[in-house]
Structure formats: C-alpha cells, structure tokens
T-cell receptor, first 111, second 116 residues
Framework: GESVGLHLPTLSVQEGDNSIINCAYS??????FIWYKQESGKGPQFIID?????DKRQGQRVTVLLNKTVKHLSLQIAATQPGDSAVYFC??????????FGAGTRLAVHP | GAVVSQHPSWVICKSGTSVKIECRSL??????MFWYRQFPKQSLMLMAT?????????EQGVEKDKFLINHASLTLSTLTVTSAHPEDSSFYIC????????????FGPGTRLTVL
C-alpha cells in the first residue's frame, strides 16, 4: 500500500560528512526504484534510480544500494553540503505505470 | 532537458469556485502524466494517472467528478478542482514521463492551492 508519514524523520549531519538515508519498500514485486529530493515549496527532483537486476548504482556524490532480500533501499551522499538539505523520498514501481512514494526523510546539514 | 512546468504556482480561491491547474512537458512528449497531492510534512499521494487521449485512471478514494483531469495533447494535462472547499487546500504536483513504465517521471514545481 501507499506510505504516508505524519512526522518526517530527520537526519542531522555535519557539512562534509557522508549521509545515509534508508528506505523500506513494501512490494516484493517492485522492480524499479528512484530517489527524489524535494526542497521546501518545490516539486521533487530526480536524483538517481536503480533497477532490480542491480545491487548498487553510483552517480555524482550519490550511491544507491538495493537489498531485495530485506526490501531495503539506501541513498548515500558523499561529502554532504548545505545545499543537500531537503526532504528525500524513495519511490518504487511494480507495475501499472505508477510510483509509490515512501514517507520521506528530512536531511539537515549543519556547518 | 525533461522540464515540466505548472501554472499557476499558487492560487487562492473562494469556496464553491473551480480552479484549473495546467501541467506542461516543455521539451518532451509525455505519453503519461500523473497528478499528486501533498499535505504539509507528508509524502506525495497519487491522485490519478492520465494518458494522452484517454480517460484518467483515478486512485481509490479520489472523486473523479471533483478532480477533473484532461490530457488533450502529449504536452499538456489539466487538473480542475470543482466546487473547491477549504479541505481541498493542498500542494498539487504533476509529473510526466514518456515511453516505458520504467522511464523516469519528471515533476513539475507544484501548485499551492488555498481555498478560503
């Protein structure tokens, strides 16, 4: 089913540290996963995606890890910067052309 | 590339009136567009999926007569909130994609609707 969070968990990190944001997805049949970044008052921005035939995918300063055994997805951000402060959502797609979004995690980067 | 725009970015209306929100894919043809609703500090809730030239598919619990969706072309979808009430106040976000199911969805900047 869909995930709706009333209280966003917050991850606080120091500037320059690495950040790890976790996500548990619900549908074992999902085969496509995406991480989005959403800044206040804006629409979600695509960060990185991964298909279920992969365990890891790297982008610029970001890495997504997929563990299908425990239905877990993580986003690693290297050398976190103040501009990375935002809410991060994972999303899964298992068919019917639509995405199911997770509850979201707020990342707060402190100088 | 892959830019999606929305208009207006914010709107204030009186109860009982109707409001139309436009979603446009600016540099690609969107075979499928999606409409989401987001309340403060919450995740995105899919309202409906629309394919160009066909009727929208609404998620369970979303009133199709209240939230009218039209996807008249490969670059434009509209959401009309009819007879708006204060509880319809929310952040409405569209997304668009082309091609296969696993193609990336690109999101618009959102429209903040406030119903007085």
């Amino acid at each position: 089913g869909e995930s709706v969070g009333l209280h966003l968990p917050t991850l606080s990190v120091q500037e320059g540290d690495n950040s790890i944001i976790n996500c548990a997805y619900s549908n074992s049949a999902s085969d496509y996963f995406i991480w989005y970044k959403q800044e206040s008052g804006k629409g979600p921005q695509f960060i990185i995606d991964i298909r279920s035939n992969m365990d890891k995918r790297q982008g610029q300063r970001v890495t997504v890890l997929l563990n299908k055994t425990v239905k877990h997805l993580s986003l690693q951000i290297a050398a976190t910067q103040p501009g990375d402060s935002a809410v991060y959502f994972c999303a899964e797609s298992g068919g019917y052309n639509k995405l199911i979004f997770g509850a979201g995690t707020r990342l707060a980067v402190h100088p | 590339g892959a830019v999606v725009s929305q208009h207006p970015s914010w709107v204030i209306c009186k109860s009982g009136t109707s409001v139309k929100i436009e979603c446009r894919s600016l540099d690609f043809q969107a075979t499928t567009m999606f409409w989401y609703r987001q309340f403060p500090k919450q995740s995105l809730m899919l309202m409906a999926t629309s394919n160009e030239g066909s009727k929208a598919t609404y998620e369970q619990g979303v009133e199709k007569d209240k939230f009218l969706i039209n996807h008249a072309s490969l670059t434009l979808s509209t959401l009309t909130v009819t007879s708006a009430h204060p509880e319809d106040s929310s952040f409405y976000i569209c997304s668009a994609k082309s091609g296969s199911r696993t193609d990336t969805q690109y999101f618009g900047p959102g429209t903040r609707l406030t119903v007085l």
